[in-house]
């Protein structure tokens, strides 16, 4: 067995907290266990806002040795970029991570059936295709099996003081956010 050890982590850059993005940070050593630690650290001592520890981009390009980072699917802000029909500042980012990030910076996609997966999914293709960017796919695991949705989604409601069947109730979960096997995956790929 051979642990993964990763975070995510919500990223601003700049001071501007009100637009929050994606990414996840796998450590590949020990220097990247330490950068990680390190990010996550700093979040917690200086980048506490709206109930969450958050890491500046410009902590990440500092510490980024021994990191492979991946986009954060359609909640990065390449994936909030290509949503939002902003291809050129799409590339923009794209650019800027794997200059950041040489060789171990992955778009990420996801099908997990909810709204704005295809789209996202497409765009992140066709713009790895001109860029040359790996693709990684993922899936956005919020419990381990299917029929763990409905346990999940009352512990979403507890948390945000809703009940099942409020109508106003945001649901942003999917019964696809399962731990999926290697077999699985590969199908829906």
């Known amino acids: 067995i051979k642990p993964l050890v990763g975070s995510d982590l919500w990223v601003c850059d700049g001071g501007d907290t009100t637009s929050l993005t994606l990414v996840t940070a796998l450590a590949m050593d020990n220097a990247g266990y330490r950068h990680l630690t390190e ?5 917690y001592q200086h980048g506490q806002s709206q109930g969450r520890a958050i890491v ?31 291809a050129d500042l ?21 099908r997990t059936g ?10 992140a293709v066709a713009l790895a295709a001109e860029s040359g960017c790996p693709l990684v796919a993922t899936n956005d695991v919020c419990f381990i099996a299917r029929n763990d949705f409905e346990a999940h989604e009352v512990r ?16 942003r979960y999917s019964d696809e956010q399962y731990l999926k096997s290697a077999g699985e995956m590969a199908e829906l790929f």
């Open 90 to 110: 799409a590339r923009s980012l794209l650019d800027g991570w794997q200059r950041d990030f040489p060789d171990r910076f992955y778009l990420e996609i996801q």
């Open 156 to 171: 979403v409601c507890i948390n945000e003081g809703r009940t099942l069947d409020d109508s106003r109730r945001e649901r």
């Open 39 to 43: 990010l996550i650290s700093r979040a």
């Open 56 to 86: 500046q981009r410009s902590w990440l390009k500092e510490l980024n040795a021994g990191l492979i980072l991946l986009s954060g699917a359609r909640q990065g802000d390449v994936g909030q970029a290509l949503l939002n029909d902003h």
């Open 114 to 123: 909810r709204a704005g997966d295809e789209d996202y999914l497409h765009a």
